[in-house]
C-alpha cells in the first residue's frame, strides 16, 4: 500500500524553504578575490574555506578525497585546491590557469570569490576576476616574502578602485609561526603600501592547509589578536559609498511583453529609486519620472544597488539599449575624450592611432588611442615613455570617440567607469580599462564656422575634391601609377596634389621610423593632411605601402564613402622584389633593412577596394587611365 504523504510535512517544508529564502535575500552581497604570486596558496584558501563553512555536498567531500589520492599534493591528506582549479591542466601543474568563481554565504553575508591564477603569463585573468570585486586578498608565502607578482597584482587591485585589502600572510606553518617573520612581512608591504590607493590594509597571519586564523582562530599563534578571515570579510563594510551614491542605471534591454507595458530593464550600478522619482535619460537628456519599479511580477517601493530591475517612467521618451537613466538632478558627465588607466590584454600589441571598439556597460562605441601617456614599471612604480602597449603592459592613456558617452570616474562608480576594447576584425577583447576624467578640451575646443566651406572651395576648382588612396608592397608601383595619374588629370583641368611616402618621410614624419608604432602615426598624419587637402577641393593621391587595414580602415573613417577611393596595386612579392628599384628587398633580406614590409613585417591586402589595379602585363599608362576614370567619375560639379 502506498503511503501518503503528510499536507502538514509538506506546508511545514514550504514555510522553512520560504523563510531561508527570504532571510538569503536580506544578506548583503560581497565579490573578494585572491591573488599574489604563484603557489601562494589562494586555491587552498578557498578550498578550506567552503569546506570548512560547510559549502559543499557530501559527494563532493568524497570525490575530493578520492583525487587528492590520485592527483592531490598533501600525500594522504586532503588537498583543499581541487575544490577550485576544475582544469585539467592546471591539476597536472598544480596552478592555477583560469578565473575560478565560488558562491557560498554564512549567516551574516553572501559571497562571490574570484581564485585568480599567479602566473604572470595570466595577469589579464586576474583584471578579469579584480574588475567586480570589492575585496581583494593579496597572499604572501610567508617563507618567500614580497614577490614581484605580489607587486603587480596589489597595484592592479590598487588601480582598479579596491578600497580593503587583507594581507594574508600565509604557510606561516612553514615558518614555525613566527611572530617576528609576520612583523617583518607587514613592514616590507607597508613600505609597497604608499604607492597604492587602499584605504585599509589589514595583515592576518594563517596556514590555509591546516586552517589556522581561516575561520577559527588560530591555536599557534597566541600572539596575533585581529580578526580571521573570514569574520574580517563578514563585516567589513563595501556598499555605503555606491548606496550613498546618486542613481545610474545603464539600459540592459526595452521591455515590450504586449502593447501595453513598455520598460526599461537593467541592474542598478549604484544609488537608489523609488517610484515618483525624477529621472534623466542619457546621452538625449529627457526628463521623466519613475511610474513603476517591477521584479517579475512584484512591484517594488525601492530598488538600489546591484539590483535587477524593470522601471516604467510616467510619458514616453526615446532609450534604449546602451543609454542610461540617471538621478535628474545629479547627472553624469558626457564626453568623446577621456583619460584612462589601461591594461593590455592581447599578444598583438597596441597602438597610438589604431582603432578599435570600446564597450562601456551596456554602450558600443568606435574608439581610439590618442596618446599613450606613460606606462607603469610595476616593480618599482618608475613610468615608462612608449608608443605601443605590449602583453600585460599597464599604461595611462587617452583615448577618443565617435561618439559622446555617458560615464562616470571608475574610482567613483566602477559600473559606469570600467571598459573594454574589442579588436574590429577578431572581436577579441584586447584590453581592459578605467576611466579617470574626461579630457576637458572635449568640451572646450569646437570646430569653427569657416565663411569659405567646402562647396565654396570646389566650386572655385570647378570639381570636388578627392582622395585615392595607394597601397601596396615596396616597388609595386605606387608611386608611378600615381605621378602618372596626376599628369593626365592636370591636363583635363583639375586640381591636384600627390603625397608620397619618401616625400613625407623628408618633413611631415622626419621624426618616425619603420617600427609598427610609427608606422601607425605616419598613416594617421597623412589622413589627416589627406582630408584637409581634399576639403581645399584638391584631388589628393596617396603613395604609401600602408601595410595594415586598421590603419587605412582609420584614414577611410575620417572621410564620407564617395570621398575616398582605396586602390590596391596588386603587384606579387617576387615581382617587386625582382624590381627593387632602390635595393630595399636586397638589404632587408641580409638584415640590413629592419621592419621592411613583405619580409619581416606584414603586408595584410585590402579586402574589398574601390579598385585593384594588376600591374603584370599592362602598361604604366593603361593602369593612370583605369584610375583616372574612377577618380574622375563624379567629380565634375553638376
Not at 589579464?124 to 614577490?147: K, Y
Amino acid at each position: 500500500m502506498e503511503k501518503q504523504s503528510n499536507p502538514n510535512n509538506h506546508k511545514e517544508m514550504q514555510a522553512r524553504v520560504d523563510t531561508y529564502v527570504d532571510t538569503q535575500s536580506q544578506l548583503d552581497l560581497l565579490r573578494f578575490i585572491t591573488c599574489g604570486s604563484v603557489d601562494d596558496g589562494k586555491s587552498t584558501l578557498i578550498g578550506r574555506m567552503l569546506y570548512e563553512a560547510q559549502m559543499i555536498f557530501e559527494d563532493q567531500v568524497t570525490s575530493l578525497q578520492s583525487d587528492s589520492k590520485k592527483v592531490g599534493t598533501q600525500g594522504g591528506d586532503i588537498d583543499f585546491a581541487l575544490l577550485v582549479d576544475g582544469l585539467a591542466a592546471e591539476r597536472e601543474q598544480g596552478i592555477t590557469i583560469d578565473v575560478a568563481y565560488r558562491f557560498f554565504n554564512t549567516d551574516l553575508r553572501k559571497f562571490i570569490v574570484a581564485d585568480t591564477p599567479g602566473h604572470e603569463q595570466y595577469t589579464r585573468n586576474m583584471v578579469t576576476g579584480a574588475s567586480t570585486a570589492d575585496v581583494a586578498i593579496i597572499l604572501i608565502d610567508a617563507s618567500q616574502g614580497v614577490l614581484t607578482q605580489t607587486r603587480r597584482h596589489s597595484f592592479i587591485a590598487s588601480l582598479l578602485g579596491i578600497e580593503h585589502v587583507v594581507l594574508a600572510v600565509n604557510k606561516m606553518d612553514l615558518v614555525s609561526f613566527s611572530e617576528d617573520q609576520f612583523n617583518a612581512i607587514c613592514k616590507e608591504y607597508q613600505a609597497l603600501r604608499k604607492h597604492l590607493a587602499f584605504k585599509s590594509v589589514t595583515p592576518i597571519p594563517l596556514s590555509a592547509l591546516k586552517g589556522d586564523n581561516v575561520i577559527e582562530r588560530s591555536g599557534h599563534m597566541d600572539w596575533y589578536q585581529g580578526p580571521t578571515l573570514l569574520g574580517f570579510l563578514e563585516t567589513v563594510d563595501i556598499r555605503e559609498r555606491l548606496n550613498q551614491h546618486a542613481f545610474r542605471f545603464p539600459v540592459q534591454w526595452v521591455n515590450r511583453p504586449h502593447a501595453n507595458f513598455r520598460g526599461f530593464s537593467g541592474t542598478v550600478v549604484a544609488g537608489s529609486i523609488r517610484p515618483g522619482d525624477a529621472i534623466r535619460a542619457l546621452p538625449s537628456g529627457q526628463i521623466a519620472s519613475i511610474d513603476r519599479i517591477v521584479l517579475s511580477t512584484n512591484d517594488l517601493d525601492q530598488a538600489v544597488t546591484d539590483q535587477a530591475v524593470t522601471l516604467t517612467l510616467d510619458r514616453e521618451i526615446d532609450l534604449s539599449r546602451g543609454d542610461l537613466i540617471v538621478a535628474a538632478d545629479a547627472p553624469c558627465e558626457v564626453s568623446d575624450q577621456f583619460e584612462a588607466e589601461l591594461v593590455w590584454m592581447d599578444n598583438e600589441p597596441g597602438y597610438v592611432g589604431r582603432r578599435y571598439i570600446l564597450q562601456l556597460g551596456t554602450t558600443m562605441a568606435n574608439a581610439s588611442l590618442s596618446e599613450i601617456k606613460f606606462k607603469y614599471d610595476v616593480n618599482n612604480f618608475k613610468k615608462l615613455q612608449g608608443r605601443e602597449l605590449c602583453f600585460n603592459e599597464i599604461a595611462n592613456i587617452q583615448i577618443t570617440l565617435d561618439a559622446e558617452l555617458p560615464f562616470e570616474a571608475y574610482i567613483d562608480c566602477p559600473g559606469l567607469g570600467a571598459f573594454v576594447l574589442i579588436d574590429r576584425y577578431s572581436n577579441a577583447t584586447v584590453a581592459a580599462g578605467m576611466i579617470r576624467f574626461a579630457l576637458r578640451r572635449s568640451s572646450n575646443v569646437h570646430k569653427q564656422a569657416l565663411s569659405v566651406d567646402r562647396v565654396a572651395r570646389e566650386k572655385l576648382s570647378g570639381h570636388r575634391g578627392r582622395v585615392a588612396w595607394l597601397t601596396g608592397l615596396s616597388g609595386a608601383g605606387k608611386s608611378t601609377i600615381a605621378s602618372a595619374t596626376e599628369k593626365i588629370l592636370h591636363e583635363q583641368g583639375y586640381r591636384t596634389y600627390i603625397l608620397d611616402g619618401d616625400n613625407v618621410r623628408h618633413g611631415l614624419s622626419k621624426d618616425l621610423g619603420f617600427t609598427v608604432a610609427d608606422r601607425v602615426e605616419n598613416i594617421r598624419r597623412i589622413a589627416e593632411v589627406a582630408k584637409l587637402m581634399m576639403d581645399a577641393g584638391v584631388i589628393v593621391l596617396t603613395a604609401f605601402i600602408s601595410p595594415f587595414r586598421d590603419e587605412r580602415d582609420m584614414a577611410k573613417s575620417l572621410f564620407e564613402p564617395d570621398d575616398f577611393l582605396e586602390v590596391f596595386i596588386d603587384t606579387p612579392l617576387a615581382v617587386a622584389e625582382e624590381r627593387d628599384p632602390k635595393g630595399l628587398y636586397k638589404k632587408a633580406r641580409s638584415g640590413k633593412l629592419p621592419n621592411f614590409t613583405g619580409i619581416d613585417s606584414e603586408y595584410q591586402p585590402p579586402e574589398n577596394p574601390s579598385l585593384t589595379l594588376e600591374t603584370e602585363g599592362r602598361t604604366v599608362e593603361e593602369l593612370a587611365k583605369i584610375l583616372v576614370k574612377l577618380i574622375s567619375n563624379d567629380t565634375q560639379n553638376k
